[in-house]
């Protein structure tokens, strides 16, 4: 079993920034990609951005593309979320997430490709 833990989250003014932070517990993820979604209120749950087991490849949503940046450092099992010129379209819960693979564009961007979730941590931007 895998725990996730988020933090970082908050309330920031349009066009601020926040950095995410997602510790993994129970055993070691470095040998799986994984990845942010959010869920904003009445909405689906959305893919935001996921890396591979390494770090060497990305994959990001259009709507943060350019803005949100994801990064990992296996040694310390943690995952980090870099939100720059954050828009009020981007208040939601974000999750960090497990994958069942090392790596996979196509399964890292759907929700059943990841077999951990953490709760989530609140980001709220104001207009």
């Known amino acids: 079993q895998v725990q996730l833990v988020e933090s970082g989250g908050g309330l920031v003014q349009a066009g601020g920034s926040l950095r995410l932070s997602c510790v993994a517990s129970?055993?070691?993820?470095?040998?799986?990609?994984m990845g942010w979604f959010r869920q904003a209120p009445g909405k689906e749950r959305e893919f935001v951005v996921a890396?591979?087991?390494?770090?060497?490849?990305?994959t990001v949503a259009d709507s943060v593309k350019g803005r949100f940046t994801i990064s990992r450092d296996n040694a310390k099992n943690t995952l980090y979320l870099e939100m720059t010129n954050l828009k009020p379209e981007d208040t939601a819960i974000y999750s960090c997430?497990?994958?069942?693979?090392?790596?996979?564009?196509?399964?890292?961007?759907?929700?059943?490709?990841?077999?951990?979730w953490g709760q989530g941590t609140q980001v709220t931007v104001s207009s």
């Open positions: 890396i591979s087991a390494s770090g060497a490849s990305t």
């Open positions: 129970g055993r070691t993820v470095s040998n799986y990609a």
């Open positions: 997430a497990v994958s069942r693979l090392a790596w996979s564009v196509s399964a890292t961007m759907k929700r059943e490709g990841y077999a951990y």
